[in-house]
């Protein structure tokens, strides 16, 4: 019950002397104050002392002592919350953690973390890591981390529960979409060192193969060396694998688009609200190789992946191949880091610890002037994929990733439900007959608070909005005879059992044939071919696009 207590003069004395202390704070920290307008100053010392005052009231009359540092960090982190997931306050810890990430090397479960739709969501697990071989997804929404819901978590808070020393271990609980329970893990966390680039010659076409897991500092360097080997060995054409790459260094990605585009041609603009955020950036050199190429992409590649497939895909000089239903991740902003002048915290020598802040100020644009943002890059060509497949892949892993002990992962039955879900982090109750309640069975008074499945999941018809593919390639049924097609509504009959046998990357199988193809018939990838006019959505694209 509230309360409205009456005010002594002391406390008035206490009140003014405690915002004339935080006026003094922030006006010498006056460089913002002297650089907005006018209108915004008077605006901008009310709310102050409207801060002022709740602070005030909070730190003398909250039931329990208050740590004065923790209540200015919580308005701080209240801040970028009214912005969008990628913008954040650091701490010491937070930016000295970025910057152990940007090394290359930490220790966790090897996984690519946003904030999306309010949820936290998976973009991709690191290839080779334990995540991606307990088989978790990019969209997987990680609804709690050791037993506590993850709704309204900051993104660093969510990495600093995720990563942690070699060898312990940390519970996560998933939702994903088509599953009616949550999926439980249990992971153990080892030292991930993500290498940017893997390549070699495929054993049996003359084609070269480059992953590449990240774009980093070397990237393209090592991606230039990677192609002259090609070259070296008589390589006909180049795959270049992206998926599950959830990013990294923009100017990486320029310069690795530049590797086959011409000098002087557009690789990405970005454009933001200050003019300095508005640029274009071109191949500053001439191409090193004319080889055909295909560029391999999924629902993980984001960020600068999107901008290396982007180009390629504008200027016709690769075909993007991808999955029926999906597109690229959408992950298209750029964020400016910018270490502050102030900090809160000291080191043991009484020095203050750097703080930072990061914050999207542009966004990116494809050579076509197509935003990124939201939207991701759609596959020149879409596959038909068997159902279970990319879940498959990951446990597998891509070409050239490390074997690593299945016993990384636990998996439970779920026993979650928003709608028996206690506000204290913990499941509450379950039905009579000992079963928890399936989240996805609301009744009709179900409110957004009751369920995840409004904001946290793509609708089907997501992807009908975008751009369409310009060939879709039905399931080869002479490889996966008897497999259900990924996507498409389960029958009720009962599945019938998979036949083992050697694993298959139907993807890169398909994009080495076609290549293949093109090298030795002069057949264009794009001309879908009589198996695929078979289908009626190849039908309708083939129409469309004599029109």
Same mark, same amino acid.
């Given at each position: 019950?509230?309360?409205?207590?009456?005010?002594?003069?002391?406390? !008035?004395?206490?009140?003014?002397?405690?915002? =004339? /202390? $935080?006026?003094?704070?922030?006006? @010498?920290? +006056?460089?913002?104050?002297? %650089?907005?307008?006018?209108?915004?100053?008077?605006?901008?010392?009310?709310?102050?002392?409207?801060?002022?005052?709740?602070?005030?009231?909070?730190?003398?009359?909250?039931?329990?002592?208050?740590?004065?540092?923790?209540?200015?960090?919580?308005?701080?982190?209240?801040?970028?919350?009214?912005?969008?997931?990628?913008?954040?306050?650091?701490?010491?810890?937070?930016?000295?953690?970025?910057?152990?990430?940007?090394?290359?090397?930490?220790?966790?479960?090897?996984?690519?973390?946003?904030?999306?739709?309010?949820?936290?969501?998976?973009?991709?697990?690191?290839?080779?890591?334990?995540?991606?071989?307990?088989?978790?997804?990019?969209?997987?929404?990680?609804?709690?981390? !050791?037993?506590?819901?993850?709704?309204?978590? =900051? /993104? $660093?808070?969510?990495?600093?529960? @995720?990563? +942690?020393?070699?060898?312990? %271990?940390?519970?996560?609980?998933?939702?994903?979409?088509?599953?009616?329970?949550?999926?439980?893990?249990?992971?153990?966390?080892?030292?991930?060192?993500?290498?940017?680039?893997?390549?070699?010659?495929?054993?049996?076409?003359?084609?070269?193969?480059?992953?590449?897991?990240?774009?980093?500092?070397?990237?393209?360097?090592?991606?230039?060396?990677?192609?002259?080997?090609?070259?070296?060995?008589?390589?006909?054409?180049?795959?270049?694998?992206?998926?599950?790459?959830?990013?990294?260094?923009?100017?990486?990605?320029?310069?690795?688009?530049?590797?086959?585009?011409?000098?002087?041609?557009?690789?990405?603009?970005?454009?933001?609200?200050?003019?300095?955020?508005?640029?274009?950036?071109?191949?500053?050199?001439?191409?090193?190789?004319?080889?055909?190429?295909?560029? @391999?992409?999924?629902?993980?590649?984001?960020?600068?992946?999107?901008?290396?497939?982007?180009?390629?895909?504008?200027?016709?000089?690769?075909?993007?191949?991808?999955?029926?239903?999906?597109?690229?991740?959408?992950?298209?902003?750029?964020?400016?880091?910018?270490?502050?002048?102030?900090?809160?915290?000291?080191?043991?020598?009484?020095?203050?610890?750097?703080?930072?802040?990061?914050?999207?100020?542009?966004?990116?644009?494809?050579?076509?002037?197509?935003?990124?943002?939201?939207?991701?890059?759609?596959?020149?060509?879409?596959?038909?994929?068997?159902?279970?497949?990319?879940?498959?892949?990951?446990?597998?892993?891509?070409?050239?990733?490390?074997?690593?002990?299945?016993?990384?992962?636990?998996?439970?039955?779920?026993?979650?439900?928003?709608?028996?879900?206690?506000?204290?982090?913990?499941?509450?109750?379950?039905?009579?007959?000992?079963?928890?309640?399936?989240?996805?069975?609301?009744?009709?008074?179900?409110?957004?608070?009751?369920?995840?499945?409004?904001?946290?999941?793509?609708?089907?018809?997501?992807?009908?909005?975008?751009?369409?593919?310009?060939?879709?390639?039905?399931?080869?049924?002479?490889?996966?005879?008897?497999?259900?097609?990924?996507?498409?509504?389960?029958?009720?009959?009962?599945?019938?059992?998979?036949?083992?046998?050697?694993?298959?990357?139907?993807?890169?199988?398909?994009?080495?044939?076609?290549?293949?193809?093109?090298?030795?018939?002069?057949?264009?990838?794009?001309?879908?071919?009589?198996?695929?006019?078979?289908?009626?959505?190849?039908?309708?694209?083939?129409?469309?696009?004599?029109?």
């Amino acid at each position: 019950m509230s309360q409205k207590q009456p005010k002594k003069p002391y406390e !008035n004395r206490l009140f003014y002397f405690s915002a =004339a /202390l $935080i006026f003094s704070s922030l006006f @010498l920290m +006056g460089q913002f104050a002297r %650089t907005v307008k006018k209108a915004d100053d008077d605006q901008f010392w009310e709310f102050t002392s409207m801060f002022a005052e709740i602070y005030k009231e909070v730190k003398d009359r909250y039931v329990e002592p208050v740590d004065s540092q923790k209540l200015f960090e919580g308005a701080l982190q209240g801040m970028f919350l009214t912005l969008d997931p990628h913008s954040q306050y650091m701490d010491p810890d937070s930016y000295n953690q970025l910057e152990k990430d940007t090394e290359g090397a930490f220790s966790g479960i090897g996984i690519h973390i946003t904030i999306r739709d309010g949820v936290l969501t998976v973009i991709a697990p690191i290839p080779g890591t334990p995540s991606a071989k307990a088989g978790i997804m990019p969209w997987d929404r990680i609804i709690e981390i !050791n037993g506590k819901k993850t709704e309204g978590i =900051a /993104l $660093i808070d969510a990495v600093k529960k @995720l990563t +942690g020393p070699e060898g312990t %271990t940390v519970d996560i609980s998933v939702y994903r979409e088509g599953e009616s329970k949550l999926l439980h893990y249990t992971l153990s966390r080892k030292s991930v060192k993500v290498e940017s680039v893997y390549h070699e010659m495929l054993k049996d076409a003359p084609i070269g193969y480059v992953r590449l897991n990240k774009f980093s500092d070397n990237t393209s360097r090592d991606m230039r060396k990677a192609i002259e080997e090609f070259e070296e060995k008589n390589a006909k054409g180049i795959i270049v694998d992206l998926r599950d790459n959830t990013g990294g260094l923009l100017k990486e990605a320029v310069a690795t688009s530049n590797l086959f585009l011409p000098r002087g041609k557009l690789v990405v603009s970005t454009k933001g609200r200050m003019a300095n955020q508005n640029s274009e950036l071109k191949g500053e050199n001439d191409p090193v190789t004319d080889l055909p190429l295909a560029v @391999l992409i999924n629902r993980g590649s984001a960020s600068a992946s999107e901008i290396f497939a982007g180009a390629m895909k504008d200027h016709g000089r690769g075909v993007i191949i991808g999955i029926k239903g999906q597109r690229s991740f959408g992950k298209g902003s750029v964020q400016t880091i910018e270490e502050l002048n102030h900090s809160f915290e000291k080191d043991e020598n009484g020095n203050y610890r750097a703080a930072a802040i990061r914050l999207t100020t542009a966004k990116y644009y494809t050579p076509s002037g197509i935003s990124i943002d939201k939207i991701g890059v759609t596959p020149d060509i879409a596959l038909e994929m068997p159902a279970g497949m990319e879940l498959d892949l990951r446990r597998h892993g891509l070409l050239g990733e490390p074997e690593m002990q299945q016993d990384d992962e636990t998996t439970t039955k779920p026993k979650f439900s928003w709608k028996t879900y206690g506000h204290n982090g913990e499941s509450t109750t379950t039905a009579e007959n000992g079963e928890t309640t399936d989240p996805l069975a609301m009744d009709a008074t179900a409110t957004d608070e009751d369920s995840i499945v409004g904001s946290a999941v793509k609708d089907d018809d997501d992807y009908s909005t975008g751009p369409r593919p310009k060939r879709i390639i039905p399931l080869d049924r002479k490889l996966f005879p008897d497999a259900e097609i990924e996507g498409a509504k389960k029958q009720e009959e009962a599945k019938k059992k998979k036949k083992s046998g050697e694993f298959v990357d139907y993807q890169l199988t398909v994009a080495k044939n076609l290549l293949v193809e093109q090298i030795d018939k002069g057949r264009d990838m794009l001309v879908p071919s009589a198996t695929d006019l078979q289908s009626t959505e190849s039908k309708a694209l083939a129409k469309a696009a004599a029109k």
